[in-house]
């Protein structure tokens, strides 16, 4: 599977849009894209996954670079419970989620 | 709908002691996942199992730990002898047809070695 990078953490206001980046340059073509995030002392909780095009679900969005080389998880406004790590994970065959260390977000109140 | 179950929440056990860690999927979920978490680290995979199958355990230690997921009852993940270097977050998930399914997880065991 494909290797990720990420920044090790990031801020944001809250109320504010957040746009996590990760890159993952050695991606194939049947790779997905799965994003997932970790809050203190709790298990991962899915976010979202995508292969080419952009998706949208409830909790946020998620934009694919044409080249599929880097992803961006957006959240649309930040609230105080989204402080958590934010994973991307690059898979082809879901038995084996690399996590990484993340992205840990905090949100300014 | 519950979601993945795992107990106990903490564990304490002393060094040469057996640890059992259990995990009940979500209902219908046929597809289960162990992975380890280091303090300061992500997680790491370990086993993928599928009811009464090891599906890929390349992750798993090579002495002491093991994993079942019997036809009826939860996966059990247990580990031997323990040592200091177990000591870490152990998370389940489980996910409904495997492959790039959505995985679920649970909130985890913390096991502690004294």
């Known amino acids: 599977d494909a290797k990720t990078t990420q920044p090790n953490s990031m801020e944001s206001n809250e109320e504010e849009p957040v746009h996590l980046p990760c890159n993952h340059s050695t991606i194939s073509g049947t790779d997905y894209i799965h994003w997932y995030r970790q809050l203190p002392s709790q298990g991962p909780e899915y976010v979202i996954h995508?292969?080419?095009s952009n998706v949208n679900n409830r909790m946020a969005s998620l934009a694919i670079a044409e080249d599929r080389k880097s992803s961006t998880l957006i959240l649309h406004r930040a609230t105080l419970r989204d402080a958590a790590v934010y994973y991307c994970i690059v898979s082809n065959t879901g038995n084996q989620f690399y996590f990484g260390t993340g992205t840990s977000l905090t949100v300014i109140p | 709908n519950a979601g993945v179950m795992q107990n106990p929440r903490h564990l304490v056990r002393r060094r040469g002691q057996e640890a059992r860690l259990r995990c009940s999927p979500m209902?219908?979920?046929?597809?289960v996942y162990w992975y380890r978490q280091l303090p300061e680290e992500g997680l790491k995979f370990m086993v993928y199992?599928?009811?009464?199958?090891?599906?890929?355990e390349s992750g798993m230690p090579k002495e002491r730990f093991s994993a079942e997921f019997p036809k009826e009852g939860p996966s059990i993940l247990r580990i031997q002898q323990v040592v200091r270097g177990d000591s870490a977050a152990y998370f389940c998930?489980?996910?409904?047809?495997?492959?790039?399914?959505?995985?679920?997880f649970g909130p985890g065991t913390r096991l502690t070695v004294l």
């Open positions: 209902k219908g979920h046929s597809h």
């Open positions: 199992l599928q009811k009464e199958n090891i599906i890929d």
């Open positions: 995508g292969l080419t």
């Open positions: 998930a489980s996910s409904l047809a495997g492959g790039l399914d959505t995985q679920y």
